[in-house]
């Protein structure tokens, strides 16, 4: 039997104060992530609920009240909720305030499932791009409540901070969305034993031959040779800062001849994920993300 899992986008398109200081309005963060988690979900055999959104234009929502949201969970028969918010500081300008963190409810009833639930998903979300880790937290939220939605567990992240200019930067983007939405997708799958299926990034082509920048295609938990000598990156692009030698694994140093923090040419690596950035193409290994294929060229042989 399926898990219905209720995706619930906070606030609404013109909920007022809930933007960053450039006018980017929260509610469209949220459609943003909550539409890649409901894909990636039912990529994974999972069965959703939309709350506070019904498609991925952000800009025509209402803002359902929580007791609304709360009596369509318990109408659905949800198993578990997950509430898409952004932070602010509440200051006057852009500030320091930064970092991911996974709300549960401050009650005590049903806390365990809820709070096993949020450490999963927060330990997913820290993997991604660089932020500060601000843990799991409790608080007097209507869309944690567990106990009165009558389900499983129910949480509610936080991705970032509006008021910090460098998150809000992140969160304007869908490369940051997929991202966060990917990790709880796999934060979810752990806590029901379920089979994180990752996205597909086969590229088929109509050129008959096969040159050397033929797009390729890279299959999670196989081996791959790099071409080149290749920066390792905390996240799937070129703005995610290059790791030195001194973050790679043990096993990533010995491949780092100059100790510069790239891998040498020809070091074999275990691709542990594929993602798909635009036209370019990039793998995580155990030190972190490479640049596949990457302007046109392919850096690491398929």
């Excluded at 602010?88 to 991911?100: E, L, P, Q, R």
Aim: glycine share 10%.
């Amino acid at each position: 039997m399926s898990r219905i899992i209720a995706i619930d986008a906070g606030h609404g398109s013109n909920t007022a104060g809930k933007r960053t200081f450039d006018g980017h309005r929260e509610h469209w963060i949220n459609v943003r992530c909550s539409y890649f988690f409901e894909k990636a979900l039912k990529r994974c055999g999972f069965k959703t609920l939309r709350l506070g959104w019904d498609d991925t234009n952000a800009k025509d929502d209402s803002d359902p009240s929580i007791t609304s949201r709360q009596k369509a969970v318990r109408a659905a028969g949800v198993d578990a909720v997950v509430s898409w918010h952004a932070n602010h500081s509440g200051g006057k300008s852009w500030d320091n305030a930064a970092g991911v963190e996974t709300y549960i409810h401050i009650t005590a009833s049903k806390r365990q499932d809820s709070e096993r639930l949020a450490k999963l998903i927060q330990t997913e979300l820290v993997k991604g791009t660089e932020q500060k880790d601000r843990g799991v937290k409790t608080g007097n939220f209507g869309m944690c409540n567990a106990t009165y939605m009558r389900c499983d567990a129910a949480i509610l992240i936080e991705i970032g901070f509006m008021s910090n200019q460098m998150e809000a930067g992140l969160m304007k983007t869908d490369k940051f969305c997929r991202e966060q939405a990917e990790d709880a997708c796999r934060g979810m799958c752990k806590y029901y034993g379920a089979e994180y299926v990752p996205e597909s990034v086969t590229v088929t082509s109509s050129t008959p031959a096969s040159p050397p920048d033929q797009k390729p295609s890279y299959i999670v938990g196989k081996t791959y040779t790099l071409q080149v000598e290749l920066k390792v990156r905390t996240g799937s692009g070129t703005n995610y800062p290059a790791k030195t030698y001194e973050q790679l694994t043990y096993d990533g140093k010995k491949h780092d001849a100059d100790g510069d923090g790239a891998l040498d040419k020809g070091t074999v690596i275990s691709c542990l994920e594929v993602r798909k950035v635009g036209d370019d193409i990039w793998i995580r290994c155990p030190s972190g993300w490479l640049a596949a294929y990457y302007n046109g060229k392919k850096y690491i042989a398929s």
